[in-house]
């Protein structure tokens, strides 16, 4: 069975700061990884995806996460914070090359920035 | 291009009460989804869809029904609401199973209140 961890359910950073969002997973299967934002009283937008191409994905926005198989993680990172990624990350996976599973989410994360 | 779209976008119901949240999706997407949003919880799937007349359960099925008789339409039923039901409820669609790389698009949101 496939999980996700995220570790911390709030993250405050101040604005400039580089922020990091951590996200383990566990699969048995080699997996696809996604990181998604959400906006208040929004939907959830897909950030990056890891597709089992390039380790260091690059997404919208600034953010980048890197996929490291030996330490099971995929944590978010954005050399610099402004006041608008100030959301709620979640991370997500699935398994890749199987046609019955899901995407299986992370409780989240919120990211506050501080002035 | 609208992409996923939910109705209402809020709602109040009394103990009992019966509903059904929309869900309509204009990408011709197969794939479909029901989720639950409650706090530090992340997303819980209720119901997918890989097709029009075919649905299965998710993680947490009890209280809602579904049905799909087009690939547009993915509607979720509350037969009799109960306080446990109070969450913001998702649909997200998918060309691809969500296995594949292409993650899901997600709708705005339901927020429901069961009083």
């Known amino acids: 069975a496939q999980s996700v961890t995220q570790l911390g359910s709030h993250v405050s950073v101040s604005e400039g700061a580089l922020v990091l969002l951590r996200c383990n997973y566990s699969?048995?299967?080699?997996?696809?990884l996604f990181w998604y934002v959400q906006y208040p009283n929004q939907g959830l937008q897909l950030l990056l995806k890891?597709?089992?191409?390039?380790?260091l994905v690059k997404g919208i926005n600034g953010f980048e996460a890197e996929f490291k198989k030996s330490e099971t993680s995929f944590h978010l990172t954005k050399p610099s914070a402004h006041m608008s990624d100030a959301a709620e990350y979640f991370c997500a996976v699935s398994e890749a090359r199987s046609s019955a599973s899901k995407i299986i989410f992370g409780s989240g994360t919120r990211l506050s920035i501080r002035p | 291009n609208a992409g996923v779209t939910q109705t209402p976008k809020f709602r109040i119901l009394k103990i009992g009460q019966s509903m059904t949240l929309q869900c309509t999706q204009d990408?011709?997407?197969?794939?479909m989804y029901w989720y639950r949003q409650d706090p530090g919880m992340g997303l819980k799937l209720i119901y997918y869809?890989?097709?029009?007349?075919?649905?299965d359960k998710g993680e947490v099925p009890n209280g809602y029904n579904v049905s799909r008789s087009t690939t547009e339409d993915f509607p979720l039923r509350l037969e009799l609401a109960a306080p446990s039901q109070t969450s913001v409820y998702f649909c997200a669609s998918s060309l691809r199973p969500g296995t594949g790389p292409y993650g899901y698009t997600f709708g705005s949101g339901t927020r429901l209140t069961v009083v």
């Open positions: 990408m011709n997407h197969n794939y």
């Open positions: 890891y597709t089992s191409a390039a380790t």
């Open positions: 699969s048995s299967v080699p997996p696809y």
């Open positions: 869809s890989v097709g029009a007349g075919i649905t």
